[in-house]
């Protein structure tokens, strides 16, 4: 399994949620990660419903 720390930022440029998300493939892409990251800050339910469009992620090294 292969670890990475995700930040998901909002379209103001802040930080709304930081996690490290586990995968099974140790070959996985950033972009997996972030994807991951994304999906579960907009069920959190942390970030509003109208902001989810505008959420991006950035994996932390």
């Known amino acids: ?3 990475q720390l995700v ?3 909002d379209r103001h440029g802040h930080v709304v949620e930081s996690c490290t998300i586990e995968l ?3 070959a996985c892409m950033d972009v997996e990660y972030e994807e991951v990251a994304i999906v ?4 959190s339910g942390r970030v ?3 902001e989810h469009i505008h959420l991006r992620a950035r994996c932390v090294r």
Do not use: F, K, S, Y
Request: no cysteine.
């Open 7 to 9: 930040e998901v930022i």
């Open 48 to 50: 509003p419903r109208t």
């Open 40 to 43: 579960l800050a907009q069920n």
């Open 24 to 26: 099974d493939d140790e």
């Open 1 to 3: 399994m292969a670890r």
